[in-house]
């Protein structure tokens, strides 16, 4: 079936760190790949996404490529800040399917001074 | 301004009692969705609706039931019948279609009595 599979967290860092999160998926079809961030307490926010192979999204320092022969969309950011902190979802949607997401269990990151 | 929002923030349930959380969008989105998020675990697709008067179930649709009588409003009841209902409840929403954006509410968290 439909999947995404994120890396374990939680991933601690210091600030100015590199970041990676890695997201692999199983996908039928030519899926749309998605990035979500969740601060505490609240729901998602839209990070970035692409939607079709070889795009990059990009959004506040944080990129990612959908990368069709790897299956996967990594997500990266050169330089990490406090305010990153936050869990991160990977997530899929593919067509005929009314839209609906196909997330990762999420990927917790603190971020420390 | 433009946005979802979900309430109340917190609810509380009896046993053998249903309750019904709110979803109001003014986004003039089409698609509206319910998801249920666990801890350390992604988003599971309860319910989806591509348009008035239609929805459909998701992956974790039995033990509850939505309606869709208008386009800015998708509530969901979470009846008896769910046995483990304590989490927190995302509701989102987009224009539709594979690839677009979706929209989250802030959630509510619902716990058991």
């Known amino acids: 079936g439909n999947s995404v599979t994120q890396m374990e967290g939680p991933v601690t860092l210091s600030e100015e760190a590199f970041l990676t999160i890695n997201c692999t998926y199983t996908a039928t079809g030519y899926p749309s790949l998605f990035w979500y961030v969740q601060y505490p307490g609240e729901g998602l926010q839209l990070l970035l996404k692409?939607?079709?192979?070889?795009d990059k999204g990009s959004n506040k320092g944080f990129e990612a490529t959908y990368r069709k022969e790897t299956t996967s969309f990594h997500l990266e950011k050169g330089s990490v800040q406090v305010s990153d902190s936050a869990v991160y979802f990977c997530?899929?949607?593919?067509?005929?399917?009314?839209?609906?997401?196909?997330f990762g269990q999420g990927t917790e990151l603190s971020v420390k001074p | 301004d433009g946005g979802i929002t979900q309430s109340p923030k917190y609810l509380f349930r009896k046993e053998g009692q249903n309750v019904t959380l709110s979803c109001e969008q003014n986004l003039n989105h089409d698609a509206m969705y319910w998801y249920r998020q666990d801890p350390g675990q992604g988003l599971r697709l309860i319910y989806y609706?591509?348009?008035?008067?239609?929805?459909q179930k998701g992956d974790i649709a039995e033990g509850y039931s939505v309606s869709r009588e208008k386009k800015e409003s998708f509530p969901l009841t979470v009846t008896s019948a769910q046995k483990n209902p304590t989490a927190f409840y995302l509701c989102a929403s987009s224009i539709g279609g594979s690839g677009k954006t979706q929209y989250f509410g802030p959630g509510t968290r619902l716990l058991v009595l």
């Open positions: 692409a939607t079709k192979a070889d």
């Open positions: 997530a899929l949607s593919l067509e005929n399917q009314g839209g609906k997401l196909i």
């Open positions: 609706s591509q348009i008035v008067n239609d929805f």
